[in-house]
């Protein structure tokens, strides 16, 4: 078994270290780790894993239960275990598995948005990403970062198909207004990283939502004390808001017609395939959402290395792009990283109304944000 | 100099007395408490009873010591029995988990002396797992195979129908073989009956209260009802094309367990109160293949969701034959303050769980009230003895906990589950009181109906069951 030895961490830490003279200006050692590239074949890593444990997967993703299943029919003899947990809740658990000194898992798959994996898993090293050179050709420049995003994704706003059978609005505003009064739904921010991504990207962007306000109100915004429009507008729509624990609760309200509207993630719309009455905003002044993409990484001196490559080249989709792996990733509401895979959503995301987070800012405002949203959340 | 050499021996010697005046402080209080023989079964959610946080906590505030035996049967009778004919010095009995004692067991030994009765008070109760009165009933579909079959989730009995010959005829579980379950079901409980699930979508079906009407019309017998006979006319449909299963009336629980884990993925429905009655701790890829679907819209429009009133469940008991009952009274009344209950439901307060500041969005979808910081419930761990024993969570705690971030977590599941049937509950509070032999009659002819032992279409023979009703 090839373990990623202590020592050998440390040499790549050191050399990546010495390489890119990382370190950010408050003083907190961010460790570059380079793309862990292992060429061996899949039936190399398989002959490997076979004398390995179960390998543990932590993800936000149930999708990724289809994707075990395949794995093991594809690799008998290989077992994974998949614990479905909540992105503040899976980095808690693999932080103390890393401080325990036993990681807790193998494979971990996260949203990246918030800046709270990159800052607390990734650029501690707790987590490694590991990237095949003949499936890494295929995928977004940006991708092997410093993360391995296998998946682009969107906060967006829906509307309920159920109530509505076109989107009754054309400006965000129009949510502020009595009649969605606990009509719209939405993930708690400060619960659900790519809600959070969202809210407090948004708030970078003051000017869009001033324009927006005259083009909806035919006047001025009057910001009444705030210097914000965003944080004026997340006030005001708070008071429409009921807020939930997840995406999950939002399609839920949508398509039991209690809610209008609701943010969740875009990859819900494969619920409207088993009749889900939900449909997306593609189309909103100034906005619908944010950009938002999952990562895949390794833990950092993992158990079942072999196990987990093997695993994540599968994820990946092999390299092809046309293994089972991917294929449960490949739905509605998802769009590619891979060139020669096509996007799972008919509109492709640049058609889409949406803002792309800053992830350093993100991490850099978290504080200021992180009381700006408490407050809301405790007044509504 | 000599002074100097004097002090050293005094010291010594104070040393001395000073030790064994603290030996004998610290022997004596110990060796004078009170101590509890204390009967607790064995979990294994609990690492060590005997050095359990909530124990020393509860030692600690009574000032005894508890004696802990591990109880290793599930059987209550059968252990009260062993130590009811033995001489064992047990004071306390606690129940939980799988160890469980019903009232109607118990009251055998109140019969028989051996359980200590004081007034009206025979057990401490343990109100404390979940959230107390309300969604009775939640149908659970097979989600894997909506999507194999590009089916859409049922809106209403005519949905259901189509749905459920689907998961019959079109191997959704793609192995090749005609091994799909469509609807299955245990006759144990009311809840694990689809039957009942069924027949809210045509008048309120309450089997819980003999089926009677609510508030006003809780004298009504809604089981006499056109509306309940066009319900029962479409279950035998159901029936007589394979769409619903004899384990309905046939299979226990246990029966309704093993299928609906079964990695063979058969069974494409199935009803419970929750989904932890019959979905394995622990298994989230099984959790994954069932979702809730809300309550089906019956042809005249009627959609309802069977209420339940929750009875608190039997926490622990004190034998006639202790001799230390005032103790053992004060104890149990311990476990039952909020203090006491909420270390029992959550751990350790600050470490475990705080009151929350109400930014959180609660598992019900309420205001948050208690944040959990480490969810330790059913899980291994030394805080609390997992809802062993008796408790009183505050309904607001109950109701206001946050969620743990698992996706497969139980009480998340039910609760969105419940969010979806809320709105569907009677607004009641009055209730025919619970008819033994009446709900006996008509949960047989039910199945005569349905079976088609009876014929459901006849006039004469629903006119005979009529009739029974008046009996």
Sequence with gaps: ?380 | MRKRKQIPALTGIISILCLFVLCLNGCTPKESREKLSVAIPESAHVQDPENNYYIKWIEEKTGFDLDITIIRQSSGTGFLDALFSSDADIDIVMFGEDFTITQDELSDYVSSGDIYVNGDRIYYENTGSSKGDGVGQILWINYNWLKALSLSIPENTDDLKAVLTAFKEADPNGNGIKDEIPMTGSYEEYSLSPVEFILNSFIYNDPYHSRFGLNENSNDLYAATDEFRAGIEYCHELYEEGLLDDSIWDGNLKLLTEVCNSDRDIVGAFTTSSISDVIYQGNPEILARYIHVPPAEGPDGERNSLYIQKAPEIGAIITERSNKKEQAEKLLSLMLTPEASLIARYGEEGVDWTYSDGSDVSVYGGVSTITTINYIWNTSQNKHLNGIGPMNVPEEYLEGVTWNGVNSDFEYINGRAYMGYEDYLPKVNVFHPYDDKLSEYMDTALEEFIRGKKDIGSDKEWKRYLEGLQH
């Design chain 1, 1 to 380: 078994m090839e373990k990623i030895s202590g020592r050998v961490a440390a040499l790549i830490l050191a050399i990546a270290l010495a390489l890119s003279g990382c370190g950010d200006a408050a003083g907190t050692e961010i460790k570059n780790i380079n793309v862990i590239t292992d060429n061996s074949t899949p039936k190399e890593l398989y002959e490997k894993a076979l004398k390995e444990d179960t390998l543990v997967v932590y993800t936000v993703s149930t999708r990724v239960v289809d994707t075990k299943e395949a794995f093991e029919k594809a690799y008998p003899g290989l077992f994974v275990e998949v614990r479905d947990l909540r992105s503040p809740n899976l980095i808690e658990e693999v932080e103390k598995g890393d401080g325990s000194g036993t990681p807790v898992c193998d494979v971990v798959l996260c949203n990246d948005n918030s800046g709270e994996f990159k800052s607390r898993l990734v650029d501690t090293g707790i987590v490694v990403p590991f990237l095949p050179e003949d499936i890494g050709i295929h995928m977004e420049a940006d991708t092997a970062n410093g993360m391995v995003s296998f998946l682009n994704e969107a906060e967006i706003l829906f509307y309920s198909a159920k109530e509505y059978s076109e989107c009754p609005i054309e400006n965000i505003w129009e949510l502020t207004e009595e009649k969605y009064k606990d009509r719209v739904y939405m993930p708690n921010p400060l619960r659900s990283f790519s809600t959070y991504a969202f809210c407090a990207s948004s708030l970078d962007h003051s000017a869009q939502f001033e324009d927006a306000y005259e083009a909806y109100a035919g006047e001025k915004l009057k910001l009444n004390g705030t210097e914000n429009a965003a944080e004026y507008f997340w006030k005001k729509v708070s008071e429409n808001i009921i807020f939930t624990n997840s995406s999950d609760e939002v399609t839920e309200a949508l398509n039991d017609g209690k809610a209008d509207f609701g943010w969740c993630v875009s990859s819900k719309l494969r619920l409207a395939g088993v009749g889900y009455s939900l449909a997306p905003v593609y189309k909103l002044t100034p906005f619908s959402g944010c950009r938002t993409s999952y990562a895949v990484m390794m833990t950092n001196g993992c158990k079942n290395e072999n196990s987990a490559k093997l695993f994540i080249r599968f994820l990946l989709g092999e390299k092809d792009g046309q293994g089972a792996g991917l294929k449960p990733f490949c739905t509605a509401g998802t769009w590619s990283v891979r060139g020669d895979v096509p996007d799972g959503n008919d509109v492709p995301l640049s058609d889409i109304d949406l803002i792309t987070p800053n992830q350093q800012k993100l991490i850099d405002d978290k504080e200021k944000s992180v009381a700006f949203w408490t407050d809301i959340l405790k007044g509504n």
